[in-house]
């Protein structure tokens, strides 16, 4: 143990695999199903120019979906905000999540306008971080149940 040494660097390629190797047999050895997701995505374009955007990831355990869908990414360019293209990027992957069979999606969000936008949307707050980002704002975690939807 006296010549184990802590060194702050990145991580290489191969140092990774082997720390993803040893969570999942941790994992095994708790009985756990290996996690793993896909992505899903929406793009909003206008002939070929990008507007906006939903993408998030469908969480899964072992071959099946956990239940839980987490947005990554809502965004609308700022001259075509307020249209309602938000809501039908966010319907669009809510959709999604439900025709795979997930129950429940949840965000991380900051400021009021988005919060707002959200609240609009039926999400409800399930944690805050409060003064995460540098102007003493909060990180706002997000969570909807999709099963109201059906």
């Given amino acids: 143990m006296n010549d184990i040494r802590i060194v702050n660097r990145e991580m290489t390629s191969e140092e990774i695999k082997q720390m993803d190797l040893g969570f999942e047999e941790l994992m095994l050895e708790e009985g756990l199903a290996i996690e793993s997701s896909n992505r899903f995505s929406f793009v909003a374009v206008q002939g070929n120019n990008f507007i906006g955007c939903s993408?998030?990831?469908a969480l899964k355990n072992g071959e099946?979906?956990?239940g839980w869908f987490f947005l990554t990414d809502l965004f609308v360019?700022?001259?075509y905000r307020s249209q309602g293209l938000g809501t039908k990027l966010l319907k669009s992957t809510e959709e999604q999540?439900?025709?795979i069979?997930?129950?429940h999606i949840w965000l991380w969000t900051s400021g009021d306008k988005a919060l707002r936008f959200y609240q609009r949307q039926a999400y409800r707050k399930f944690a805050e971080m409060e003064n995460w980002y540098s102007d003493g704002s909060s990180r706002i975690g997000l969570r909807k149940?999709?099963?109201t939807l059906l």
Avoid: M
């Fill in 55 to 57: 993408s998030g990831l």
């Fill in 77 to 79: 360019k700022k001259e």
């Fill in 145 to 147: 149940n999709l099963r």
């Fill in 64 to 66: 099946q979906y956990s």
């Fill in 97 to 99: 999540a439900i025709s």
């Fill in 101 to 103: 069979g997930l129950k």
